[in-house]
């Protein structure tokens, strides 16, 4: 018997916490117009609890945890700048803020040398073994076939999604 450290009860597949919503369609198209209005410049991802704050760089909803990279066909991926850190909106929304140099087109205009990451595609990212919810539990990220809510009934995961951004 071992009678060192504190015992452990995984936590019952229903009860974890899952993603339940993104603010773009996966696999879909994005126009640079919609990123900058009606998105305003945010990728949005709701989970069905609330989550723990981020705890420096270790837990929680940050730059580790909630990775944004563009692309396209033959180039290289590079990680998508941000305006600030990703946050937690209303206790369960992670919110990653896009620079506005790559998708403001009123910026292009004035800045004729930088180019918008239209033609590319915006991978997303989030390693939900490091995302705890309110119960300290890693939220259950799998996107399996791409439908919602996310999970396969284990405690963390990798939640992947990708929309192409159009002109």
Known sequence: LDLLGRRYLPTPPELLTHIVDINWQHGGEVTLQE???????????????????????????????????????????????????????DDCVAVF????????????????????????????????DFILDCHKNPVDGDFLRARFPTGNGVPGGVFESWFHVVD
């Open 35 to 89: 990123l900058n209005g009606k998105m305003d410049r945010k990728l949005k991802v709701r989970f069905d609890r609330k989550l723990l704050p981020a705890e420096g760089d270790r837990t929680g909803i940050g730059p580790f945890t909630f990775v944004v990279q563009y692309g396209g066909i033959q180039h290289d991926v590079e990680f998508l700048p941000y305006e600030n850190d990703p946050t937690v909106e």
């Open 97 to 128: 803020t896009i620079d506005p140099d790559l998708v403001d087109i009123n910026r292009r205009r004035e800045r004729r040398e930088r180019k918008t990451i239209a033609g590319n595609v915006v991978y997303v990212t989030l390693k939900c």
